[in-house]
């Protein structure tokens, strides 16, 4: 059955960036609509699981928004004004909802990269 998740990993410290503030927004015509936010947990993952399940699974263009310098600044790490990296947005379709959908993030203050996990 098709899903949605995300998981985050702080490459600068090297573990799950726990606490970092995500959205979940779905494209309506020209504009995105938060359809969620929500805090990393312990595991850099939603506490509530999958973002989206199997009902609520749609065709559709989605952005997830990664609330990166807030949570480097909130671990005490000095970043320049402004940072360089603050919110990662990530585009990315579901074309199947039926198939499961995976978006990780590695990222630090300077770099990020993603892929379509499993």
């Not at 098709?2 to 799950?16: A, E, F, Q």
């Not at 004004?81 to 603050?86: E, K, R």
């Not at 919110?87 to 990780?104: K, Q």
Request: glycine letters at 10%; charged letters at 20%.
């Amino acid at each position: 059955m098709g899903h949605l998740s995300t998981h985050v990993l702080d490459t600068m410290n090297g573990y799950p960036a726990a606490g970092m503030a995500v959205k979940l927004q779905r494209r309506n015509g020209t504009d995105f609509e938060t359809i969620a936010d929500f805090v990393l947990n312990a595991d850099g993952r939603n506490e509530g699981g999958a973002l989206l399940d199997a009902s609520s699974m749609a065709a559709g263009c989605y952005r997830l928004v990664f609330s990166v310098a807030p949570y480097f600044k909130a671990r005490g790490i000095e970043l320049p004004d402004p940072p360089f990296i603050d919110d990662v947005l990530l585009d990315f379709g579901i074309a199947n909802p039926a198939d499961r959908y995976h978006v990780p993030l590695l990222v630090s203050p300077w770099a990020y990269s993603t892929y379509r996990g499993s």
